[in-house]
């Protein structure tokens, strides 16, 4: 099975503009979560998605947006960039069910200038 | 989601089995325990995960403590690529998606 893809690997941006992130999870899998990688604040959750719904949200502010798709495929957009964002945004796809693991993409590295 | 705690970094002689500890003291019954590592600048990867019972895979074995307050995993013969980033989480599975991540152990396997 192909693991976890993320588009584009890598993004450069001004502030003020915004971005789309693209992932596609494992087949099969229906569930597909976000989350942003700094140094300083290590690995934090956004929020995930379970047939088209979101169904965990975590503490980001309203710019940070995401949707998924009917074939399970998600994007997460941010609006306003700001200095901070720059950041490894991750995606992680997991199987139906309750307690099952988390499948990771290699990331986007988006930098904001 | 109980909070965990973890060394900050460890060494490991090449060839010898890599142990690292996680305390979850304060874990509930429905939370499972969830082991992934980082490779600098990859995304992390899943390693194994169990709720009470010891797990072993073919990377791994987990072994988690009759009170279930902490675990250990265990890399049976560490090589210069198990060199990572290794974080314990600890999580309910009505949380589904979300993972909580610490600061992990930075294994550090040497020749």
């Known amino acids: 099975k192909a693991g976890v893809t993320q588009t584009p690997r890598y993004l450069i941006k001004t502030r003020g503009q915004q971005v789309t992130l693209s992932c596609s999870p494992i087949s099969g899998h229906r569930s597909v979560s976000w989350y942003q990688q700094t140094p300083g604040q290590g690995l934090q959750f956004l929020f995930e998605?379970?047939?088209?719904?979101?169904?965990n949200k975590g503490n980001f502010p309203g710019r940070f947006s995401g949707r998924q798709f009917s074939n399970s495929r998600s994007e997460m957009n941010v609006s306003t960039l700001e200095l901070g964002d720059s950041a490894l945004y991750l995606c992680?796809?997991?199987?139906?069910?309750?307690?099952?693991?988390?499948?990771f993409g290699p990331g986007t590295r988006l930098t904001v200038t | 989601d109980a909070k965990t705690t973890q060394p900050t970094s460890m060494d490991c002689a090449e060839g010898r089995a890599a142990n690292l500890p996680c305390n979850h003291s304060?874990?509930?019954?429905?939370?499972?325990v969830y082991w992934y590592r980082q490779i600098h600048s990859q995304g992390p990867q899943y390693i194994i995960h169990?709720?009470?019972n010891n797990e072993t895979n073919e990377m791994a074995s987990l072994i988690i403590t009759e009170d279930r307050k902490s675990s250990t995993l265990i890399l049976p013969h560490a090589t210069l690529r198990d060199t990572a980033v290794y974080y314990c989480i600890v999580r309910a599975n009505t949380n589904a998606g979300k993972s909580t991540f610490g600061d992990g152990t930075t294994l550090t396997v040497k020749p």
């Open positions: 169990g709720l009470k």
């Open positions: 998605y379970f047939s088209e719904t979101q169904r």
């Open positions: 992680a796809s997991s199987p139906q069910g309750w307690g099952r693991e988390q499948y």
């Open positions: 304060t874990i509930s019954g429905n939370e499972y």
